[in-house]
């Protein structure tokens, strides 16, 4: 019986050993200014020089760090890994310009890539570059200024998919606060009809969502589909800015898709609407609750207005700010935004109505002393009143007339003044 029982014991202690031992993960660094590839590459200070040195060396599950400094690699990814930049500013995978696309992903792999620019990739093939293979989540990134192209042969059939991102069919591609700029599709020599180019920001073949994110400067040519995103699978697409982008059928997006609290010029195939979306033109003909057609968004241009990323700002009294959904703006896989692209409260402080349309919030002034709600450590915008008084920088709750001269909000639960502090609440400037 007590050999049974030790048996037993030894068993347990092997298979928690070896439970603990696959579950376990290594996060590897990479700095491209001070590390060696000679070196461990598991601590800052002993850091790789190159991202696929660093992946080589990696496991399933495990994670990259990668600090500020411009890597002039092409990537395969073969395993499930998180690429972690320090910033799509500073965190630059530059292909160089020379032929091969930046970034492939194989069909057994999940990864995430987070704070990096993707950038001069140069394909003969689709997808200029990232290709797509498998599971990938983008988030907080660039990709930009990449390209594929091809010579076609006279009389002869030829088409060319995805400038920045190609996503093929079985995969699935989530982009978060991101935007993808500059990236162009082409074939030359073409015979009239006999060429296609799709997707000069993005081809989706399969399974896209994307949220707060902002698509611009792309384009497809000649005959082309897509110029921001083509997609042949199913797309689903909250707060993105689709604008800018070149001439083609369906500009902005073509193919299946369904948005909802976002910004689009141009549309072709079947595009639908969840409510909240904002046409620039007559070709998207959203019916839907809060959609708006033929209307100037009057989006600023691409450019940096806070944040890692570009995106396209929204002036005060664009029809796009609080004309989102009043019951708030969601990531297309059931989450709450508090945020916009840049980071920003979303909705802002000053807002009541909702969040705004599209990847950006429109930032109103706030009255000094103004009280607002907050959810958790964003603010909603609801106006409660003002801070009078020594309030250790937070709104009261409860009415108290040393705290609200006459003329200010008082009296009552819920007024911006009072003994007790509302610690839901937040005083501002």
């Not at 070896?18 to 990479?30: D, I, K, R």
């Not at 800052?44 to 080589?56: D, F, L, R, V, W």
């Not at 009294?317 to 979303?346: E, F, I, M, Y």
Request: net charge neutral.
């Amino acid at each position: 019986m007590k050999d049974k029982l030790l048996t037993g014991f030894l068993f347990a202690a092997v298979f928690l050993a070896l439970g603990s031992t696959a579950l376990a993960t290594t996060t590897w660094y990479v700095n491209g200014v001070s590390g060696s590839n000679s070196n461990t590459c598991t601590s800052a200070t002993t850091a790789c020089k190159t991202i696929g040195h660093a992946i080589s060396l990696a496991a399933s599950g495990d994670s990259i760090g990668v600090a500020a400094a411009t890597y002039k690699e092409h990537l395969t990814i073969g395993i499930s890994l998180k690429i972690l930049g320090s910033g799509a500013k500073t965190t630059i995978l530059d292909g160089s310009g020379s032929i091969g696309r930046v970034v492939g992903i194989s069909s057994a792999a999940h990864v995430t890539l987070s704070g990096v620019t993707i950038t001069n990739g140069n394909s003969f093939v689709d997808g200029g570059g990232i290709i797509n293979n498998g599971v990938l989540i983008l988030l907080r990134s660039a990709v930009t200024g990449n390209r594929t192209q091809f010579p076609c042969q006279p009389a002869t059939h030829c088409y060319l998919r995805g400038g920045g991102i190609l996503n093929r069919a079985g995969a699935s591609l989530t982009i978060g606060n991101s935007t993808v700029s500059g990236n162009h599709v082409s074939i030359t020599g073409c015979s009239t009809f006999y060429c296609a180019t799709l997707g000069g920001g993005i081809y989706n073949g399969s399974t896209l969502v994307l949220y707060n994110s902002t698509i611009s400067g792309n384009t497809a040519s000649p005959t082309g589909y897509g110029s921001g995103i083509y997609s042949g699978g199913t797309a689903i697409i909250r707060n993105g800015t689709l604008s800018g982008n070149g001439p083609a059928v369906g500009a902005g997006i073509y193919g299946k898709a369904t948005l909802e609290n976002s910004i689009v010029t141009n549309c072709g195939g079947s595009v639908t609407s969840n409510g909240y979306n904002l046409s620039s033109d007559a070709t998207c003909n959203f019916t839907n609750t809060g959609d708006l057609n033929n209307t100037n968004p009057m989006l600023g241009p691409l450019q940096y207005n806070g944040g890692q990323t570009q995106t396209m700002a929204l002036p005060s009294g664009s029809p796009a700010v609080d004309a989102g959904n009043p019951s708030g703006c969601t990531d297309g896989l059931g989450h709450l935004l508090k945020t916009d692209q840049r980071g920003k409260p979303r909705p802002d402080a000053e807002e009541t109505a909702g969040c705004d349309i599209g990847a950006y919030e429109y930032q109103g002034a706030l009255q000094a002393g103004h009280c607002v709600f907050v959810c958790g450590s964003t603010r909603c915008g609801m106006l409660t009143g003002y801070c009078v008084g020594s309030v250790n920088n937070a709104c009261r709750s409860t009415y108290d007339p040393a705290q609200c001269p006459i003329g200010q909000p008082a009296g009552g639960s819920g007024s911006s003044c009072g003994e007790a502090i509302d610690t839901t609440r937040t005083c501002t400037p």
